[in-house]
């Protein structure tokens, strides 16, 4: 991996780690001039690949491989430029509501996985902002179990479902997964056209803490923080920022001055760290406006001010 120079904002630095071998035993140390020096060692374990889209030639060859539904106007293509890592990533244009009579757009791909002793689902996606809802649904043992994820943001985020997060009233059959759908509908966004990107879809163990060693002074513990969005005022879009000390289900929504709620921008599992939301404003008129956080337990409200 290296070593790599971060600048933190409010405090929190990330980095992307990505290990040099398959499996084994890794270290990362951070440390910081004069304040700190921290180190721990996580194993990095087995994972099975649903699909990387760098093996197929044309799209042709990628439609062949995944489908879409009969009915929905529903596009997929390769992606040479907007990619995570590889030749290719996974192009959808998509259609929800409107003229769809089908209210939903969606792909799958059929296949036969034993996934014993896998933790969970994760996949890279590059969202429209659009806030519509992700269907997430694993086949397997002959039953569907789904999860939901909301499209809010426009930058890549990995997104990571463990298994026992997908709801079906039974468990997952993980000696036989037949299969993987996605499916794009209108939820809390509105209807219309939009493109999301995709890559790396696989099935993975968690990655494990171990042995962590630290001197000087341990470092400082997350804490729930919701920070004001910049920029405010704003014009059109604005981007907020808060800090998760694990993971748990999070809704941040967006209310008027009579306390109504305009738009929920984030209702999801998110991991523990700091992650950024965009919101755009979309019919929406020049004033005051709130935003609220509602995170196991953690509530928090800031002031938005729109400008036209």
């Known amino acids: 991996m290296g070593e790599q120079t971060v600048l933190s904002q409010n405090g929190i630095a990330s980095v992307l780690f990505q290990a040099d071998s398959a499996v084994g035993i890794s270290e990362i140390i951070a440390s910081s001039p004069g304040l700190i020096r921290d180190s721990i060692k996580i194993e990095i374990t087995n994972k099975i690949v649903i699909d990387n889209f760098d093996h197929y030639a044309s799209d042709n060859q990628l439609n062949g491989a995944w489908k879409v539904f009969q009915g929905t106007p529903t596009t997929l293509s390769l992606d040479q430029l907007i990619k995570i890592d590889g030749n290719y990533g996974l192009r959808v244009n998509y259609e929800v509501g409107s003229s769809n009579t089908e209210n939903y757009s969606g792909f799958y791909k059929k296949f036969k996985q034993d996934w014993t002793g896998l933790r969970k689902l994760g996949f890279w996606c ?39 997060e997908f709801s079906n ?62 920029p405010n005022p704003f014009n059109s879009s604005t981007s907020i920022e808060y800090v998760l000390p694990r993971r748990l289900r999070v809704k941040i929504s967006i209310f008027n001055i009579k306390g109504e709620v305009i738009g929920t921008i984030v209702d999801s599992y998110q991991d523990s760290g700091t992650h950024i939301v965009h919101w755009t404003a979309h019919n929406i008129s020049t004033g005051l406006y709130f935003y609220k956080i509602d995170a196991g337990g953690f509530t928090k409200v800031r002031k938005l001010i729109m400008i036209k």
């Open 126 to 164: 590059k969202p429209d902002g659009s806030n519509r809802t992700l269907e997430i649904i694993l086949n397997a043992g002959g039953a569907d179990f789904e999860a939901d994820y909301v499209l809010s943001g426009l930058t890549w985020t990995f997104i990571t479902i463990p298994f026992s």
């Open 169 to 230: 009233g039974s468990r997952i059959d993980l000696t036989s997964v037949t299969g993987l759908t996605i499916k794009m509908v209108q939820g809390s966004g509105n209807a219309g056209s939009g493109t999301l990107y995709f890559d790396s879809f696989a099935a993975l163990t968690s990655i494990s803490g171990a042995n962590r060693i630290s001197d000087k002074r341990p470092s400082t513990p997350l804490t729930f923080q919701l920070f004001q969005n910049y």
